[in-house]
Structures are given as C-alpha cells and as structure tokens.
C-alpha cells in the first residue's frame, strides 16, 4: 500500500498543528511497513532536511510563500505527483487541500481527508478565501472516500451540514508522554524566567489564536511577580504580527518565536501556568501537551477546547482580558499540579484506527 499526504507544511522541525499530527502519525503508520510520502513545501523545509524523517519519504515540492495562493498551488502539484508515483490513496489535511479532491478521484486515487476545524473561521482569511474553505469543505465531504473529523463537535457540525456520511469518522490529535528531564533551567534563565513564575502559551502569531488578549494581562501578572511567553512565530509576517510583537516588547512578554519541540517541553516543564486564549482551535495538541506535562491550565471558553477532562474553573469568555488575569492569578496562587486521563490521545491508538481506515477502502 503506497500512501500519499498532502496538505502540512512538511516535518521537521516546522511549526503548527497540522504538521505535529502528520509527524506523530506517519511515523507510526511507516514503522508499520506501510511506504508513506509527505508532500512538503519548499520554502518551510531546511536544506538540510533530507529526503525521508524516520521511515517517511519526504517530497519536497515547490510551493510559493504567500498565504493566498502556497496551499492550493502545492496541492495541485502533490496531486499530481501522488499520482505518477502510483500511490493508492491520497491523504488530504485540511479544508484547503480538500479543493483537489475530486481531482484525485478523477485520476484514480481514493481520498481520505482529515478535517482540523472550519477554517473558514479562522479571522486571518477575506472573503474570498471563507469561500474557498467552504468549497474545501464540501468538496471534502461530496467526493472523499473517508472523511476524519478531529473532534465530536467538529463531526456534530458536519453532520447537520451534510447529512450522515458512510465513512465520516472521528479520530482525535494525539499527544505523548513528556520526555523525561524536558527541563532545560539554563535555557530558561538566558529567557529572563524564573521557574514557577512566569505562563506560557504555545501558537503562531495570528488574530484567532487570542494572544493580544494574554499580553493585555502582562502589567497585574507583573505586580504578581509573573512574567508572560509566548512560543511561536508567523508563517507569513502581518500587520498583526507586527502590531502583537510592539505590543509585547512594551509589555515586557518574552517572544520566542519559532522554536524545537525539546524547547517548547522545556517551557511547559518549568510553567506555573498555561494559557490558551484562542478564538478559534480543532482540537489544540499544545493544550495537550501542556496537559501531559500535569500542568494547570486557563483556557478561552470556546467548544472545541471543552474537552471532558477539565473543569468549568478552567475556562474565561473569549478575549476577556480581565476575566483571565482574574484566572490566571487565581490559579498561580494555588501552585496547583494536575494529573488528567489523556488515554483517549495516544498516538499509537490513532495511528492504528487510521491505519485500519486505509484498510477498509
């Protein structure tokens, strides 16, 4: 069986959701004996990148860095190249890539498309783009073979949608078990942070993510003796970026952009706290990770962040600055560590249903 993956930036080392999930699930699924090809995108993937990451081929293709055009351009050209490579099936990620799938279905491939959220919500795109989305979206659901949603609201609300679809399943994000020593305190200390007084949130720099919200926080967190970080960075730079970024350096939060998954359990490891103040998420594998760590957490109130194992004093509305600093310094004044029930996120779990999935077709 020849599997072909459209749709992620490519792996490793890339920031962004998307890419965790293709990187945690296709190795698993190679290390199965299955040949497995990732498409990736030039202007992400490190010269030095290499032509395969643990039992996965990597393809790098050409794509052009703007966000307008990169996604359904390098697309039509996995498609393509899927096809010439005699792959069996095509995995979609995402309501953009999804455009081509009747595409690869017109050139004999089966489709498989994994669905992360509306995407048409995120506040980043125009209105051209909502439009492009839906149509992803659609065409996802009309002419895949399979659809995966990530999340139950995510295929609650593809069913009233679209009706009940033969092969809609829902499998979730996955996260692992934090490595041992993840702490890193000199890494820590050439930041400005103190262990156990500062919180961290994990994303890229756009509006949907909430982060402007977190920074309001910054002037009460530092009477508390807090500090903010923020680990990530913008894929494509923005007005917003740039605006966030000003608006961090005045208030004193620690940016650190894009950074390796060691530096990132490095943050998670030492934080009194994490937050997550989107406006919009699937399925968030950094909420996760900051879980596998036994970290508290306050995250923003939206449905696809309600997952069964946290309480109603884990939530604050959507970009209430003063609600979350109300929570944060409630919650840092506990010194709370949580154990929480992740068995439903294994990736070993996921990458067997998937693997069944391909199976069945």
């Given at each position: 069986?020849?599997?072909?993956?459209?749709?992620?930036?490519?792996?490793?080392?890339?920031?962004?959701?998307?890419?965790?999930?293709?990187?945690?699930?296709?190795?698993?699924?190679?290390?199965?004996?299955?040949?497995?090809?990732?498409?990736?995108?030039?202007?992400?993937?490190?010269?030095?990148?290499?032509?395969?990451?643990?039992?996965?081929?990597?393809?790098?293709?050409?794509?052009?860095?703007?966000?307008?055009?990169?996604?359904?351009?390098?697309?039509?050209?996995?498609?393509?190249?899927?096809?010439?490579?005699?792959?069996?099936?095509?995995?979609?990620?995402?309501?953009?890539?999804?455009?081509?799938?009747?595409?690869?279905?017109?050139?004999?491939?089966?489709?498989?498309?994994?669905?992360?959220?509306?995407?048409?919500?995120?506040?980043?795109?125009?209105?051209?783009?909502?439009?492009?989305?839906?149509?992803?979206?659609?065409?996802?659901?009309?002419?895949?073979?399979?659809?995966?949603?990530?999340?139950?609201?995510?295929?609650?609300?593809?069913?009233?949608?679209?009706?009940?679809?033969?092969?809609?399943l829902t499998i979730p994000n996955?996260?692992?078990?934090?490595?041992?020593?993840?702490?890193?305190?000199?890494?820590?200390?050439?930041?400005?942070?103190?262990?156990?007084?500062?919180?961290?949130?994990?994303?890229?720099?756009?509006?949907?993510?909430?982060?402007?919200?977190?920074?309001?926080?910054?002037?009460?967190?530092?009477?508390?003796?807090?500090?903010?970080?923020?680990?990530?960075?913008?894929?494509?730079?923005?007005?917003?970026?740039?605006?966030?970024?000003?608006?961090?350096?005045?208030?004193?939060?620690?940016?650190?952009?894009?950074?390796?998954?060691?530096?990132?359990?490095?943050?998670?490891?030492?934080?009194?706290?994490?937050?997550?103040?989107?406006?919009?998420?699937?399925?968030?594998?950094?909420?996760?990770?900051?879980?596998?760590?036994?970290?508290?957490v306050a995250v923003s109130d939206?449905?696809?962040?309600?997952?069964?194992?946290?309480?109603?004093?884990?939530?604050?509305?959507?970009?209430?600055?003063?609600?979350?600093?109300?929570?944060?310094?409630?919650?840092?004044?506990?010194?709370?560590?949580?154990?929480?029930?992740?068995?439903?996120?294994?990736?070993?779990?996921?990458?067997?249903?998937?693997?069944?999935?391909?199976?069945?077709?």
């Open positions: 069986m020849k599997i072909a993956v459209a749709g992620t930036r490519g792996f490793p080392g890339i920031q962004g959701g998307v890419e965790t999930h293709c990187r945690e699930l296709y190795t698993r699924i190679a290390a199965r004996g299955v040949d497995v090809t990732v498409m990736c995108r030039r202007p992400y993937m490190s010269p030095d990148a290499g032509t395969a990451y643990r039992g996965v081929r990597l393809d790098t293709l050409y794509s052009p860095r703007r966000q307008s055009t990169e996604t359904i351009i390098h697309t039509f050209l996995a498609v393509v190249k899927a096809r010439m490579a005699g792959a069996d099936i095509i995995h979609l990620h995402a309501g953009g890539p999804a455009l081509m799938a009747p595409i690869a279905r017109l050139l004999g491939m089966k489709v498989v498309t994994t669905l992360h959220g509306h995407d048409y919500n995120r506040a980043k795109w125009g209105r051209i783009a909502r439009l492009a989305l839906r149509l992803g979206e659609r065409a996802a659901m009309l002419t895949s073979n399979a659809v995966i949603s990530i999340s139950g609201p995510i295929t609650e609300s593809l069913t009233s949608r679209y009706g009940s679809h033969r092969r809609l996955g996260v692992n078990p934090p490595d041992a020593g993840a702490s890193d305190p000199q890494w820590i200390s050439s930041l400005g942070l103190k262990p156990r007084r500062y919180v961290v949130a994990v994303g890229r720099l756009v509006p949907e993510k909430g982060l402007h919200t977190l920074i309001e926080t910054a002037p009460a967190l530092r009477e508390a003796g807090l500090r903010i970080v923020v680990a990530g960075g913008a894929d494509h730079p923005t007005a917003y970026s740039a605006a966030l970024t000003r608006l961090a350096a005045e208030s004193g939060v620690v940016m650190t952009g894009a950074v390796d998954r060691s530096h990132i359990n490095a943050l998670l490891a030492d934080a009194a706290l994490f937050v997550m103040p989107s406006l919009h998420e699937g399925l968030p594998i950094a909420l996760l990770e900051a879980m596998s760590h036994s970290l508290d939206i449905e696809s962040c309600r997952l069964p194992q946290l309480a109603p004093a884990d939530f604050f509305p959507p970009g209430d600055a003063a609600a979350l600093t109300a929570l944060i310094l409630d919650k840092t004044a506990r010194h709370a560590r949580r154990t929480y029930n992740l068995a439903d996120y294994d990736w070993d779990r996921i990458a067997a249903a998937v693997l069944d999935l391909y199976h069945s077709l």
